[in-house]
């Protein structure tokens, strides 16, 4: 995988591979600098990712936290069968838009998501794209703060062996105070440096961590707690607007699109048939992991099951335990690795709005930085510590990540394709209209999602006051 020790602002040509998830660092590494060009697709790229290991950074790049929202969403969605179809119909539109992002990154012949959407659909859009990546990025970090206080209070009652209430009941185990502490001393440090190298050694752990968390779903649900008993186990959706509101889960769990060009251009052999191999590949073992752990933590809580199926739990499980620590570390690893991203892309914004190159004055570059993240970091944590329910937050993001998957993708596969000028046959004008119905799909997602995501806020608020 891509080394994730490098500056916001250097050469696409010195990312190298290793064997770490740092990929997400160089995936959105500042628009403003000049990127070394690719070879050729009929060129094999000398030290190139192999097409395992592309399945490996795919997979890797698009599971994470996420994974603990699907039970909820196999909830919502009215249960296993409507889930499962649900998500077999927008895998076939998620393996779509990653196989249309590698035929534009050829057409264009660039190298990362947002420089490939700019390239071909204009500077207007190029910019709305840079700008999602950056709200996107940084909802997620609200979302893993979230997950943060969530499991720490499980785990803090783990250790004591006292009540939820009972933790809850002094200030030094509150909910809050513990994400602050977590926060401060521990994501800060590592979201200010320029760069973030320690990604190496915690991406192989938050891999496995995710593994187990979705062994221990499944083992539970074949082997349940006597003190677990299931609520109502619904088998048909209570509404057709239920179902697109498990979308944003669906979205945001799937979503590696942004990742997805780098990983291609950095194959030994960018070809968009092998690609599309790799991608199926690495979508079917996300289906298995998202799949088993949607539908199994479904039936072990049905209708009771909470928005983080890990929450569902007794804190005096010692395997619910460990997994709940090791989706601490992830999010607690992972939070700077988006951070990173988005002030990527937000210094990008900088420089290309104020026409400067790479920053030469190495104090402002810092202080700029510095300014950056505090300013970032405080403001996620704010919002974290009002939201206490992160259902709120992933119905957001995912509608983001619904443009990433569906929109992005078909505004860039109508603009490549009227850009031609040979004859327009059949199957031109067939990609043509599947371009647009991937933007009107994502722009409907986006709409109906976010809008009942404000609207339900506002019912909540109605309703406390």
Known sequence: MARADMPVNSEVGDWGLSDDAGERAWLLQSPSVDATPPPRPSEPQRGGTSAVGAVFIVVNAALGAGLLNFPAAFNMAGGVTSGVVLQMSMLVFIISGLVILAYCSQVSNETTYQEVVRAVCGRLVGVVCEVAIAVYTFGTCIAFLIIIGDQLDKLIGAMTSESEPGVNSHWYTDRKFTIVVTAVLVILPLSIPKEIGFQKYASGLSVVGTWYVTIVIIVKYIWPDKDVTPGYIPTSPSSWTAVFNAMPT????????????????????????????????????????????????????????????????????????????????????????????????????????????????????????????????????????????????????????????????????????????????????????????????????????????????????????
């Open 250 to 465: 669906i979205c945001f769990g799937f979503q590696c699109h942004v990742s997805s060009v780098p990983v291609f251009n950095s194959m030994q052999e960018r070809e968009v048939r092998r690609w599309g191999g790799v991608v199926t590949v690495g979508m079917l073992l996300c289906l298995f992991v998202y799949t088993g752990t949607g539908v199994c933590g479904f039936l072990s809580f049905g209708s009771n099951v909470s928005q983080d199926v890990l929450m569902s739990y007794p804190s005096n499980d010692v395997a619910v335990a460990i997994a709940r620590a090791f989706i601490i570390i992830c999010v607690v690893t992972s939070y700077p690795i988006l951070h990173f991203c988005g002030r990527a892309v937000l210094e990008g914004l900088w420089l290309r709005f104020h026409g400067e190159q790479v920053e030469v004055d190495v104090g402002r570059e810092r202080r700029r930085r510095i300014l950056q993240t505090t300013v970032w970091f405080f403001l996620t944590l704010l919002l974290a510590l009002f939201i206490p329910d992160i259902g709120r937050v992933i119905s957001l993001i995912g509608g983001l990540a619904a443009c990433f998957i569906f929109v992005f993708p078909g505004l860039c596969l109508v603009q490549a394709k009227l850009s031609e000028t040979d004859i327009r046959t059949g199957s031109w004008k067939g990609l043509v209209a599947g371009g647009v119905v991937m933007v009107t799909i994502g722009a409907f997602i986006f709409g109906q999602t976010t809008t009942n995501a404000v609207f339900q806020d506002l019912m909540d608020n109605a309703d406390g006051s």
